[in-house]
């Protein structure tokens, strides 16, 4: 059973830190790129891409709005994903999803993404 389990979300006030886990289970989790997306509160929004780690040379890529405050990370022995969120701001509150792509082309783009976690929400204060 393929399965991917996000946890460490919570409230945090504004310029706070931190960390999401996103462990993983159920397919070869050193074969795929591992994302991290992210939906804010109302049926309108779009899922958004934050952050994306390659499984072959550690590359990553990040929106614009996260890139300087996130950083992305992965230990493929424990197959594990981290999103180290540091700086947080009010704008940053949203459902956050890790999900696996097993191409490294698009990495931010939902449609690429073959598995998904269920979320963890991240709250942040002003």
């Known amino acids: 059973e393929v399965r991917l389990v996000e946890s460490g979300g919570g409230l945090v006030q504004a310029g706070g830190s931190l960390r999401l886990s996103c462990g993983a289970s159920?397919?070869?989790?050193?074969?795929?790129?591992i994302g991290w997306f992210r939906q804010a509160p109302g049926k309108l929004r779009e899922r958004e891409g934050v952050?994306?780690?390659?499984?072959?040379?550690?590359?990553?890529a990040y929106a614009d709005s996260v890139k300087g405050r996130f950083t992305i990370s992965r230990d493929n022995a424990k197959n594990t994903v981290y999103l180290q969120m540091n700086n947080l701001k009010p704008e940053d509150t949203a459902e956050y999803y890790c999900?696996?792509?097993?191409?490294?082309?698009?990495?931010?783009?939902?449609?690429?993404?073959?598995?998904w976690g269920q979320g963890t929400q991240v709250t942040v204060s002003s």
């Open positions: 952050a994306c780690i390659d499984n072959r040379d550690g590359s990553t």
């Open positions: 999900a696996a792509n097993p191409s490294q082309a698009h990495p931010l783009l939902r449609d690429f993404y073959a598995f």
């Open positions: 159920g397919f070869t989790f050193d074969e795929y790129a």
